[in-house]
């Protein structure tokens, strides 16, 4: 596994450690609890000198000297250098789940056909489209407004009727703020509203969040256009 430097300034002092950059990564994002990604038990001043930091600094610093603790504040609060490869594969990745997010859940508006992963792959590119590191369904229909000169596309929806019980509702709010049409708050409290979700993959994934958040008490009805 590719290894870099993990950095933070503290105090105006700077710490650095070697560390398994994908492990590293994954502990930072919470993908991981496992605190294996250090390369070397040594802190840092500067990596590329070799100059290790004084115990009194990391003690002033940290409130500490054992490294291990101070390898997980410095890669939670500080800096992970990533490589040009590491960013390159983090790229494609995201470039894939965009394709195929859209090739399942998107169509020509003139034919109604779905497009080709290719076809919108080649149009995401040409658009200089900049696939953010957010959830796909997040970003969806701002990529298919960048990209609808070059490729006619559009998403297919379906409209669900949702009534989430009242003590659900702050859960699920932010889940259906970005997809609904209308609201209406009932007497009792319970939020009853319509809502737009892309079809396919993203249709699946939000009626099992909203299950989870629920905990299957929420009322959903398809609406028949």
């Keep these: 596994m590719p290894q870099t430097t993990a950095r933070i300034k503290k105090q105006g002092k700077n710490f650095e450690i070697i560390v398994d950059l994908d492990k590293a990564v994954k502990f930072k994002k919470g993908e991981s609890?496992?605190?294996d990604f250090l390369e070397a038990d040594v802190v840092f001043s500067d990596s590329k000198k070799g100059m290790k930091s004084p115990?009194?600094?990391?003690?002033?610093?940290?409130?500490?000297?054992?490294?291990?603790?101070?390898a997980e504040k410095i890669v939670k609060e500080g800096e992970i250098?990533?490589?040009q490869e590491y960013r390159d594969e983090e790229r494609d990745k995201r470039m894939k789940q965009i394709v195929d997010y859209l090739a399942n859940s998107s169509s020509d508006p003139k034919t109604g056909k779905p497009h080709t992963?290719?076809?919108i792959k080649n149009a995401l590119e040409q658009a200089h489209v900049n696939i953010k590191n957010i959830p796909v369904e997040e970003q969806?229909?701002?990529i298919i407004e960048k990209i609808s000169a070059i490729l006619p596309i559009k998403l297919e929806t379906k409209r669900i009727k949702i009534q989430v019980p009242a003590i659900y509702t702050g859960k699920v709010y932010g889940l259906v703020s970005s997809y609904k049409e209308k609201e209406k708050w009932l007497d009792n409290g319970d939020l009853e509203l319509v809502a737009s979700i892309p079809s396919g993959t993203a249709l699946f994934s939000f009626y099992d969040k909203l299950n989870s958040a629920t905990h299957g008490s929420a009322i959903t009805q398809e609406i028949e256009e």
Excluded: H, M
């Design 33 to 35: 609890k496992s605190n």
């Design 55 to 70: 115990e009194k600094e990391l003690t002033q610093a940290f409130g500490t000297t054992d490294v291990n603790a101070i």
């Design 81 to 83: 250098l990533l490589t």
């Design 117 to 119: 992963p290719e076809r």
């Design 140 to 142: 969806a229909k701002e």
